[in-house]
Structures are given as C-alpha cells and as structure tokens.
C-alpha cells in the first residue's frame, strides 16, 4: 500500500498495550513505509436496562488504567513522528438502543457536582427545573419518559443530556492531554463515529473544540458537515470511504469528494479475509486499489494542496448547529404522534433536506454554533442568510442575536418549531422569535406537543423566484404548526387554513417561515420533472440575494440533479469544484453546460488543459458521480514553468531547487509538482518527488540524494498544477 501510494496506518493493535507490545507493533508498522496513527483506546460501552453504562467515564480505576495504556502508546510512538493518535473509532456513551446513560453511581455523583457548578445554589436550581430539591444529594438523573410528562420544564432532563455530552468530550479531552505529556503538540481525536442520536455523546461543538483528528464516514452525511465547519484550522480531518465507494466510479470519485469537502485526508479500512481488500491473494492490486490509488494519487499530487490553501465560499448561508434542538426533537418524540420532526432522526433527516436542497440550487453553507449566535460573531455584513431548522430551543442571548442580524438587514430562514424552549429547556410561556417571524401560534406545552397535519398547498401570493401558482398549488406538504397565525407577516401560500411561506419584513431584514416539511426532498430530489419544494428553498435563497458560483444545466436547459457546486478563493484565484452526489449511485450520467457569471481564463485541473481559448464563460461538461470536476478561474494565461537545478549532483548530497510559474500577468499562489524519475523508471520517486507551494508564483524546494541512489540521468518534471503547464530538466548524478 505504501509504494501504491498511501502514507498513514490506523493498525488497531495496541488497545490495553504495554510498553513492550506497543513497541513491537510500532516498529514492525514502521517497515512498512508508513505513517502509524495508533489507536490508542476507544471509547464506547453500551447500556444496560438499568441505564448503567458497562464502563463508567468517571470511574478511578478505568482512568487510572486508560492513562497507563495511553501513556504506554505515546512513549512508544512519539520517536516516530506519527500524524495522529486516534482514541477509537465508532467512540459512543452508547448506541441507540438499551438504557439510558449513566446511572452508575460515580457518573451520579459527578453529575451533581456539575449541578453545583452550574447553579450554585439549590435555590437557583429549583427555580430553572420547577422542583423543590433541598439539596443538590437528593438529585437523581431523569428519564425522558418522565420528562415528558413535565409542564413547566425540561431542564431536568436537558441539563443531565448537557453533562453526559461535556463528560464525554471531556474524556477525549484529559486522554488527548496524557498522550501530550509523552509527545507534546500532537494531535489527538477520533475517528469514524456511530450513528448521531440523543445518547451518542455527539455533540460536534465539544468534539472538535479540542480533538484535532477529526474523521467520520463518508455515509454519514451530516456529521461530515459538521466536520467540516466546526474542526479546527490544523485538524487531520477525513472520511471513511469503503460502503459509498462501492465501484470503480464510487472509488475514484471518493478521493476528490474528501478535498471537496475540506478534507486533508482519505481513509481506507481493510482486514484480510472481508471486502475492500486491496491486494488479491497473489499481492496484485485488486479491483479496490486499481481504482482508489490512481485517484488518490492525482489529488495528493497538487491539487489537494492548492484547495486546501485556498478559502471555502460559504455563499453566505449559516447554518444555526445546536445540540439542545436534538434533545428537544427526541423529546417531542415522546409527545406527538405522525409528525416528522418529532425524533432526532427527523431533526438529523429535516436538517439534511434543507441543506442539500441548498446545495442542489448550486450554494453553499457552514455551521455556526450557539456560541457564535449568542457572541454576536454572525454578522448581516458576511452573512445573507442564517437558517434555524427546528430550532425549539434558543437561549435569551441567541434570540437577541436573531434579531439584530434581522434588524440589520439579514435573511431569517425558519422551516417552522422556533423557540418553545429557552436555553435551559424551560419551557417559554410566548415564543421567542414571533415578533421577528410576523406570527403567533401556540405555547407552552400546548405549542411544543402539538403534531404536524398533511395537505394541499394552496399559492396565493407572490415571492421572487417562486415558481408560478399553477405549479405550486395542490402539492400535498406536511405543515409544521398548524396553528401558526399571522401578525405582521405576509403569507404567500396555506394549508387548510393555516399560513406557509411567510415572508415578514423586520428592521432592515427580513425572516421567511416555511411552516412545511422539507424531509421528502430527501426522496425526491433526484426525480425527474418539477420539485415544488425545491423550488420554494430556492425561492427563499433568492429573495436574500444567495447567488451560486456558476450556473449548470442539462442539454434541455433544466437544473442537473443533485449536483453540488463548491468554490474556493485565493487571492484573485478560483477553483470551482463541481460534483454529482456520491451517495447516489443509481443516477445517471447527465450531459450538461457551466455558465459563469463573468468570463474567466479556465483550466481543467484534473485533465491538466486549457478549457477554450481567450476568456471564456461557458463550455460543456458531463456531470456523473464517477467524474467530479475542477476548474481553475484565473485573471491570467500561465504561459511556463521555470526549473532551476543544478546539472549535477553528488551521492548524499542535498540538491536546492527553484521553480516558478510564468503568467501574462502577477502570479498569485500556486503549486508546482515536482516529480523526480531515477534512471530508467517510468514512476515518480516516492520520496524525492514533491508539491511546492509558490507564493507569488514563485516556490523552492530540496531533495536530498541517498548514497547509494542510482547512478546516471535523472529527470525532474514541475508542473504547475491549476493548469498542467510543464517543463523538465536532466540532473547526473554520480
């Protein structure tokens, strides 16, 4: 695999080591070239039908004996320079079903204590939960069965989900600083988690806050987007690719669908004797690697470095991420029947709908946290518009937030649920955002517990970029909150009476509630003919002025299923990176048209030519899921590549190398590949070969010769990398 083209192993093989077997197991990984991640631990147990956790998070002895095998791991490892230490994938409090975690009595006691923390005074307490404890002793964790039955608030119930999640990102935190203390600075995280529900501990916000290994599958959709917003700027960030890449258009697509998605790496899991094994038992490449090594190698060898230097064009979409709003979906569950939104599945599925209906328009989003709503770092001055998808519960300081980025000329974007609970739990007696939303409708429990109802749409009004009446009306949707009147707001469409589509100009903003359901989107989106709910998002993302990188269409002229559109800038530079959803594989191919929005000098990266000739601003393209695109949008024609080396060069001597990218005008950042050849070989050297970051076009790099490196004609190649454009040089070595 090394001489294939990977450079990193997760071996998961020194779990509860010694110092011994982890340094045998590191020094027999190491012959193999390449980089060992170890998997240190991992953190999971499950629950059982006392809600007691097999292993307690809080327990002495299982923290004293982590730290021993966590130590035993970083000891053993750190002279190897490894890229990351993984503390276990598929890492849970616990799986969906069983118990509900923890009731252990030290998880118990630490509970309280976090109580303490939290309220100070029992008093304090007592007031936010509506109990009449008189001490903090008497508190036992609650069960969602009985917080359902509550009608003042949830808090109880809230504040116990709250401090099972920061124990567990807590957890991940005191192992990442015990493996620091053997190997200082290095990253530390988790890798490929279990499906997100209410008990996972998965609150993405804590995970990555401090875990700079961030990695998930690539079939769970959502947490990669979360992923992706929320991890940290130096963060060994991938995806698990092997049930999605499940053929030779999944496996080549897969690679460059990770860098699309900001990814900095792409991972593989195999085991001798299961599917994706990459060798066959001869040690010939399978199928597998025949498909994945080629595609990995040619977005490792450039273009991987130039996205990732460049910024991500979040098309001014925000996207509000709040842990509470899962508890609260999960505890609707409990109280309305038939209703889409009442679970964390339907949160997670309503979520994915709204947003990969952004993506099907062409545009893109990124996550912000409670912490940015409430720090007021969500501004109407970057942002078009913030979206709230079943945000039942809001703190004070985050509705603050909503209404000044309102105020101040943002686009409110609600599906419908907004602000029943404050930030606590507690149950509002009004809803928080009625007055931005133009609304009232009912609260308390009343309000919260209330089901959703079907009908036909009905179009009355009018809204920019809505498709005509005709083509709306008699739609069956799902109404959200069938009791939802108007105030000041206009709405544009109902449902057996009640508003949908309601548009409410506040201060200088201005706030759209959908008040239906988007989850079918997530079956119909790639259905031929008219999609009215897609149509109404659009409409939506119209009216704020979200405007996409290019427009794509079919040889008809109609938008191209599913396909994604991502830009990336740097400095005058743009990488526009067109895909075909991977997680569809049942769609065909579809012929198509890029049209920019200005005339650019194109390049197809991936093909390393020139599209056209001159400034161009449209040409045809096929989008299929095996294909994914990219462009590079420049001000400038790159007319040559300058190599400076020296002619020759001694056994063990260290050889400088310049490189620069000519333009017809100033060169921004590039990146040229330089790909060095021994005599006679028809394949890059893996060690001396290399990518050169060039600021201003201009870059430098070493290669340093072995003793016994082959004597004779060596070749270098650079090529600039957004445009293929190439030059080669002759070194002797002797």
């Given at each position: 695999?090394?001489?294939w083209?990977?450079d990193?192993?997760?071996?998961?093989?020194?779990?509860?080591?010694?110092?011994?077997?982890c340094?045998r197991?590191?020094?027999?990984?190491?012959r193999?070239g390449?980089?060992v991640?170890?998997?240190?631990?991992?953190?999971f147990?499950?629950t059982?039908e006392?809600n007691?956790r097999g292993?307690?998070m809080h327990?002495?002895?299982?923290i004293?004996?982590q730290r021993?095998?966590l130590?035993?791991?970083a000891?053993?490892c750190a002279p190897?320079g490894?890229?990351?230490y993984?503390?276990?994938?598929e890492?849970?409090?616990?799986?969906?079903?069983?118990g509900?975690p923890c009731?252990?009595?030290?998880?118990v006691e630490?509970?309280r204590e976090w109580?303490?923390?939290?309220?100070?005074?029992?008093?304090?307490?007592n007031?936010?939960?509506?109990?009449r404890y008189?001490?903090?002793?008497?508190?036992a964790?609650?069960?969602?069965a009985?917080a359902a039955a509550?009608?003042?608030s949830?808090?109880a119930w809230f504040?116990?989900?709250?401090?099972?999640?920061q124990?567990?990102?807590?957890t991940?935190d005191?192992?990442r600083e015990t493996?620091?203390?053997?190997?200082?600075?290095a990253r530390?995280?988790?890798?490929?988690l279990l499906s997100?529900?209410?008990?996972?501990?998965?609150?993405?916000?804590l995970?990555?806050?401090?875990?700079?290994?961030?990695?998930?599958?690539?079939?769970q959709?959502?947490?990669?987007?979360?992923?992706?917003s929320?991890?940290?700027?130096?963060?060994l960030?991938?995806k698990?690719?092997n049930r999605?890449?499940?053929?030779?258009?999944g496996?080549?697509?897969y690679?460059w669908h990770?860098?699309?998605?900001g990814?900095?790496?792409a991972?593989?899991w195999?085991?001798?004797?299961?599917e994706?094994?990459p060798?066959?038992p001869?040690m010939?490449?399978s199928?597998?690697a025949?498909?994945?090594?080629?595609?990995?190698?040619?977005?490792a060898?450039g273009?991987g470095k130039?996205?990732?230097h460049?910024?991500?064009d979040?098309?001014g979409?925000?996207v509000?991420?709040?842990?509470?709003?899962?508890f609260?979906a999960a505890l609707?569950?409990?109280?309305v029947?038939?209703?889409?939104f009442?679970?964390?599945?339907?949160?997670?599925?309503t979520h994915e709908?709204?947003?990969?209906?952004v993506?099907?328009?062409?545009?893109q989003?990124?996550?912000i946290t409670e912490?940015?709503l409430?720090?007021?770092r969500v501004?109407?001055d970057?942002?078009r518009?913030l979206?709230?998808?079943?945000a039942?519960s809001l703190s004070?300081?985050?509705?603050v937030?909503v209404?000044e980025?309102v105020?101040?000329g943002?686009?409110?974007?609600?599906?419908g649920?907004a602000?029943?609970?404050?930030?606590?739990?507690?149950?509002?007696?009004t809803r928080a955002l009625?007055?931005?939303?133009?609304v009232t409708g009912a609260?308390?429990v009343e309000g919260?517990?209330?089901?959703s109802v079907?009908?036909?749409l009905?179009?009355s009004?009018?809204m920019?970029g809505l498709a005509?009446?005709a083509a709306?009306s008699?739609v069956?949707?799902?109404?959200?909150?069938?009791?939802l009147q108007?105030?000041t707001?206009e709405?544009?469409?109902?449902?057996?009476?009640?508003?949908?589509?309601?548009?409410?100009?506040?201060g200088e903003?201005?706030?759209?509630t959908?008040n239906i359901?988007l989850?079918p989107?997530?079956?119909?989106?790639d259905?031929?003919?008219?999609?009215?709910?897609?149509d109404?998002?659009g409409?939506a993302?119209?009216?704020a002025g979200?405007e996409?990188p290019?427009?794509v269409?079919?040889?008809d002229?109609?938008?191209?299923?599913?396909?994604?559109?991502?830009l990336?800038?740097?400095?005058?530079a743009?990488?526009?990176?067109?895909?075909?959803?991977?997680?569809?594989?049942?769609?065909?191919d579809?012929?198509g048209?890029?049209?920019?929005?200005?005339p650019?000098?194109v390049?197809?990266m991936r093909?390393g030519?020139?599209?056209g000739?001159?400034q161009?601003s449209?040409?045809?393209?096929?989008?299929?899921?095996?294909?994914?695109?990219?462009?590079a949008?420049l001000p400038?024609?790159?007319?040559g590549?300058?190599?400076?080396?020296?002619?020759?060069?001694?056994?063990?001597e260290?050889?400088?190398v310049?490189v620069?990218?000519q333009a017809?005008?100033e060169?921004?950042y590039?990146?040229v590949?330089?790909d060095v050849?021994?005599p006679?070989?028809?394949a890059?050297?893996?060690?001396y070969?290399q990518?050169?970051?060039?600021?201003?076009?201009?870059?430098?790099a070493?290669?340093?010769?072995?003793?016994?490196?082959?004597k004779g004609e060596?070749?270098?190649?650079?090529?600039d990398?957004?445009t293929?454009v190439?030059t080669e040089?002759?070194?002797t070595?002797?």
């Open positions: 695999c090394s001489d083209g990977a990193m192993c997760d071996p998961a093989n020194t779990v509860s080591a010694d110092d011994a077997r340094a197991e590191f020094a027999l990984t190491s193999s390449l980089r991640i170890p998997y240190a631990t991992r953190v147990s499950e059982d006392s007691e292993v307690c327990d002495t002895n299982y004293a004996a021993d095998y130590t035993a791991n000891r053993q190897y490894p890229p990351a993984t503390l276990g994938d890492n849970a409090i616990s799986r969906a079903g069983g509900e009731h252990r009595p030290a998880s630490a509970f109580l303490r923390g939290k309220y100070g005074a029992i008093a304090t307490l007031a936010t939960w509506a109990t008189a001490d903090f002793d008497e508190i964790p609650m069960l969602i009985d509550l009608e003042e949830y808090a504040d116990h989900k709250v401090f099972m999640d124990a567990f990102a807590d991940h005191w192992m493996i620091r203390e053997q190997d200082p600075g530390v995280g988790w890798d490929g997100y529900h209410w008990k996972a501990g998965y609150d993405f916000d995970l990555t806050r401090n875990c700079d290994l961030n990695q998930v599958y690539v079939s959709w959502i947490q990669g987007e979360l992923v992706r929320l991890s940290g700027p130096d963060a960030v991938g698990w690719g999605v890449a499940d053929n030779e258009a496996w080549t697509a690679p990770s860098l699309f998605d990814c900095n790496s991972w593989w195999t085991s001798w004797g299961c994706y094994v060798f066959n001869d010939s490449r199928n597998y025949r498909w994945f090594f080629p595609a990995l190698r040619d977005v060898s273009p130039l996205i990732l460049a910024e991500r979040d098309s979409v925000a509000l991420y709040s842990q509470r709003d899962l609260a609707a569950g409990k109280l029947t038939d209703s889409s009442a679970s964390d599945r339907g949160l997670l599925r709908a709204m947003l990969k209906g993506n099907d328009l062409g545009s989003f990124v996550y912490a940015d409430a720090g007021r501004s109407a970057h942002y518009v979206i709230l998808s079943l039942s004070d300081g985050e509705v937030a209404r980025f105020e101040a943002g686009t409110l974007l609600v599906d649920r602000g029943y609970l404050d930030g606590d739990g507690v149950i509002r007696d009625d007055e931005v939303l133009g609260a308390g919260f517990a209330q089901s079907r009908g036909e009905v179009v009004g009018e920019t005509p009446a709306l008699g069956e949707v799902e109404v959200l909150e069938p009791r108007l105030t707001g709405a544009v469409a109902e449902v057996g009476g009640a508003p949908a589509l309601i548009s409410n100009d506040f903003g201005r706030a759209i959908l359901s989850v989107l997530l079956t119909s989106r259905n031929e003919g008219p999609n009215p709910l897609l109404i998002v409409a993302l119209t009216t979200v996409s290019c427009e269409t079919r040889e002229g109609s938008r191209p299923l599913c396909v994604t559109q991502m990336y800038a740097d400095g005058a743009r990488y526009l990176c067109i895909e075909q959803d991977l997680l569809l594989p049942g769609l065909a579809q012929p048209t890029v049209t920019l929005p200005e650019a000098i390049y197809d093909a030519k020139r599209v000739e001159g161009i449209e040409w045809d393209v096929t989008f299929a899921r095996g294909d994914p695109h990219v462009y949008l400038y024609e790159v007319t590549v300058a190599l400076e080396v020296p002619e020759q060069v001694a056994a063990g260290t050889v400088e310049a620069s990218a017809t005008g060169p921004g590039h990146v590949r330089l050849y021994a006679g070989s028809d890059p050297h893996r060690q070969s990518n050169i970051g060039c600021d201003g076009g201009v870059g430098q070493t290669i340093s010769f072995a003793l016994n490196d082959a060596w070749r270098l190649v650079a090529r990398v957004a293929g190439s040089r002759a070194l070595f002797n």
